[in-house]
């Protein structure tokens, strides 16, 4: 495990270095699930998950975690250099960026909260690196939920900005601001 953390109400959260391999049917049925439209996979097949997280595990600005609640899979977690993956001619990027992506398995039965704590969960993650200024993220400009969670945790909007595969609502947040809207659940 790289980092733990307990949540008031929905108890212990965790993630793990992804198995590209091991992980692959697993994550398959999570980004090819229709709520996972955004994750831009809903055709790929169990192979070409595994390619791509094979990719990012041997990219030296990318890497790929499973996140357990109660121990069991639900959810995915990613992190990159936003000088050199994702962002590249886009953002103007600072020391100490980290660009981050999630995915929360779909659910049988949804739990108030839970795309919530799983936020929090791997921006405390993100935060227990001291060398983390910034999360920077870069979701869909149509995927409002997600717009919705960010600004929940602390994040600001920068802005519109064009990707090859999508337009993006390019968005910050610093530790600082992370702190305030948790009420400090994150390392000094």
Not at 18 to 28: C, F, N, S
Not at 32 to 56: C, G, N, S
Not at 78 to 87: G, I, M
Request: net charge negative; glycine share 6%.
């Amino acid at each position: 495990m790289v980092h733990r953390r307990v949540d008031d109400r929905l108890g212990e959260f965790a993630l793990r270095t992804l198995d590209p391999d091991g992980d692959a049917a697993l994550l398959h049925r999570w980004v090819t699930h229709p709520k996972a439209a955004f994750w831009l996979m809903q055709d790929a097949d169990v192979e070409r998950v595994a390619e791509e997280y094979r990719r990012i595990a041997a990219h030296p600005h990318h890497d790929a975690f499973l996140g357990l609640h109660a121990g069991r899979p639900a959810f995915l977690a990613e992190r990159y250099d936003p000088a050199h993956v994702e962002l590249v001619g886009l953002h103007d990027a600072a020391e100490g960026d980290v660009g981050m992506h999630f995915l929360c398995a779909p659910a049988d039965a949804p739990v108030h909260g839970f795309t919530r704590a799983v936020i929090t969960t791997v921006m405390a993650w993100l935060f227990a690196d001291p060398a983390t200024r910034r999360v920077v993220v870069e979701p869909d400009v149509r995927n409002t939920a997600v717009h919705a969670l960010n600004a929940a945790v602390g994040f600001t909007v920068v802005g519109p900005i064009r990707k090859p595969e999508k337009d993006a609502l390019l968005s910050v947040c610093t530790r600082d601001q992370f702190a305030a809207a948790t009420r400090g659940d994150v390392p000094a």
